[in-house]
C-alpha cells in the first residue's frame, strides 16, 4: 500500500512558477514508478510526466515539455513537479499516482493515487 498527499498548488499568474510536491507513505515508493496527472474541468484527466524508480527514465507529455520537471528523492519519499512558464489552459487539479508495475502514461498502470492539488493560472 502507498498513502499520496500533494500540496503546492495554488493560484499564480501566467508565466509564473509553483513546485508541487507529493509526499509518499508505504514500503513500495522507492520501487514504485510515480506519475503525475492533471484533470481540468469537464475534461479526462490526463497524464503530465513520469519517473521511474532510479529517475533514470523521464516521461513528459508533449504539452508541458521544456516547462515542468519531474523529480523524486527516494530517501525522503517525495515526488515533485517544477512547474515554471504557466499557462492559463495548465489549470487542472494536478495528481500524483505511484506505479509499481513501471512507468507508463496510462492512467491504469497506476494503483495508489493522492487527492489532488488545485493549480489555477490566470492570465
Known amino acids: 500500500q502507498v498513502q499520496l498527499v500533494e500540496s503546492g498548488g495554488g493560484l499564480v499568474q501566467a508565466g509564473g512558477s509553483l513546485r508541487l510536491s507529493c509526499a509518499a507513505s508505504?514500503?513500495?515508493?522507492?520501487?514504485?514508478?510515480m506519475g503525475w496527472f492533471r484533470q481540468g474541468p469537464g475534461k479526462e484527466r490526463e497524464f503530465v510526466s513520469g519517473?521511474?524508480?532510479?529517475?533514470?527514465?523521464?516521461y513528459a507529455a508533449e504539452s508541458v515539455k521544456g516547462r515542468f520537471t519531474i523529480s523524486r528523492d527516494n530517501a525522503k519519499n517525495t515526488v515533485y513537479l517544477q512547474m515554471n512558464s504557466l499557462k492559463p489552459e495548465d489549470s487542472a487539479v494536478y495528481y500524483c499516482?505511484?506505479?509499481?508495475?513501471?512507468?507508463?502514461?496510462?492512467?491504469?498502470?497506476?494503483?495508489?493515487w493522492g487527492q489532488g492539488t488545485q493549480v489555477t493560472v490566470s492570465l
Open positions: 499516482a505511484a506505479g509499481p508495475k513501471g512507468l507508463s502514461r496510462a492512467t491504469t498502470a497506476y494503483d495508489f
Open positions: 508505504g514500503r513500495t515508493f522507492s520501487t514504485a514508478a
Open positions: 519517473i521511474g524508480w532510479r529517475s533514470g527514465t523521464i
